[in-house]
């Protein structure tokens, strides 16, 4: 490429992004693919598209979401699948043929900004979903069961 030209003072610079403040956004789900995982089952990741109109000052940013409903922890999968039915429910879609199903979609999400800690950058994660016309739906959406008198609880999962 010995006939390259390129003028930087006609494209604006690209800027590193911090996490966005925490709250609801109007969001488009513009990616959805299995993705591996360290110790080899799959995820789906899902990524979102904030939407301009709703949020002109982050428009266009990118939020994702990770749902390990091939996991072999139980508890991980009984997770996402409320986060995948909260974004059904949230979407109007009961059910889905494929995860191609929920490309499109428009929803809000909610952001929670993580601050950078250690060797990683502060980012964004997703704490639940919700219709953009109602009111919220939370990743736990599904009411959880019961607990008997003779079963110990659980330690609480944190992410």
């Given at each position: 490429?010995?006939?390259?030209?390129?003028?930087?003072?006609?494209?604006?610079?690209?800027?590193?992004?911090?996490?966005?403040?925490?709250?609801?956004?109007?969001?488009?789900?513009?990616?959805?693919?299995?993705?591996?995982?360290?110790?080899?089952?799959?995820?789906?990741?899902?990524?979102?598209?904030?939407?301009?109109?709703?949020?002109?000052?982050?428009?266009?940013?990118?939020?994702?979401?990770?749902?390990?409903?091939?996991?072999?922890?139980?508890?991980?999968?009984?997770?996402?699948?409320?986060?995948?039915?909260?974004?059904?429910?949230?979407?109007?879609?009961?059910?889905?043929?494929?995860?191609?199903?929920?490309?499109?979609?428009?929803?809000?999400?909610?952001?929670?900004?993580?601050?950078?800690?250690?060797?990683?950058?502060?980012k964004n994660d997703i704490k639940g979903y919700k219709a953009l016309d109602e009111g919220a739906v939370t990743k736990s959406a599904a009411p959880a069961a019961p607990a008997q008198a003779s079963t110990p609880k659980a330690a609480p999962?944190?992410?």
């Amino acid at each position: 490429m010995e006939n390259f030209y390129f003028d930087a003072s006609q494209i604006e610079p690209q800027v590193a992004f911090d996490p966005v403040p925490d709250g609801w956004y109007a969001v488009t789900i513009t990616g959805a693919e299995w993705a591996p995982t360290k110790k080899g089952p799959q995820l789906l990741k899902l990524t979102m598209e904030v939407d301009g109109n709703a949020h002109p000052q982050f428009a266009g940013r990118q939020l994702w979401d990770r749902l390990n409903l091939n996991n072999e922890s139980q508890a991980a999968r009984e997770i996402a699948q409320r986060t995948l039915s909260s974004i059904c429910h949230a979407i109007g879609k009961m059910q889905l043929a494929g995860i191609s199903d929920l490309l499109g979609a428009r929803l809000r999400a909610k952001a929670k900004a993580i601050p950078a800690e250690g060797q990683y950058d502060a980012k964004n994660d997703i704490k639940g979903y919700k219709a953009l016309d109602e009111g919220a739906v939370t990743k736990s959406a599904a009411p959880a069961a019961p607990a008997q008198a003779s079963t110990p609880k659980a330690a609480p999962w944190k992410r």
